[in-house]
């Protein structure tokens, strides 16, 4: 199910949804403080190169890292559900559940399936439950963390009645 390609460009024409599970401003504020915080404290004992060194390093190795957090990109394209660069045709779909914070937690805790495909961001408090219906298939379901899980299940679900 998974395929190395980047999940092709959303047209509103195709889409049934779309989103990118980015990171909200206030933990890019929260990480460029921390990171000014800590190349300060390295400034702080050196000089000529070494007082700016940290600042030119840490800083975008810090907005790298962020960028990379948040580049996981779900949609339902052409009967297809991407996320990240797995791929679910939508006729394998039995059922689509949205999930409240907790009950993203409950199909995460203890009772979860070793088996199941989880794209889980801690910062979004929602979550899809996608049930599979593929007897070939070992993996039992998918959970897919999403800022608008009605939505996302709805366009599952829809996409699938339309195939």
């Given at each position: 199910m998974a395929a190395p390609h980047p999940p092709p460009?959303?047209?509103p024409d195709t889409a049934g949804y779309a989103e990118r599970l980015a990171l909200p401003w206030w933990l890019w504020l929260l990480a460029v403080v921390v990171t000014l915080?800590?190349?300060a404290e390295v400034w702080l004992g050196g000089q000529g190169l070494r007082a700016w060194?940290?600042?030119a390093v840490l800083l975008p190795l810090m907005g790298l890292a962020l960028w990379w957090l948040g580049r996981i990109r779900v949609a339902v394209v052409d009967g297809v559900l991407h996320v990240d660069d797995a791929r679910l045709p939508v006729r394998y779909v039995a059922d689509a559940v949205p999930l409240d914070a907790?009950?993203?937690r409950e199909v995460l805790g203890v009772a979860a399936d070793p088996l199941a495909f989880v794209v889980q961001r801690p910062w979004i408090p929602g979550a899809v439950q996608v049930v599979?219906?593929?007897p070939a298939d070992p993996t039992p379901y998918w959970v897919v963390s999403s800022r608008h899980p009605v939505r996302l299940a709805a366009?599952?679900?829809?996409a699938r009645d339309a195939g």
């Open positions: 460009a959303v047209r915080l800590l190349a060194l940290p600042f907790s009950g993203r599979l219906a593929d366009a599952l679900l829809a």
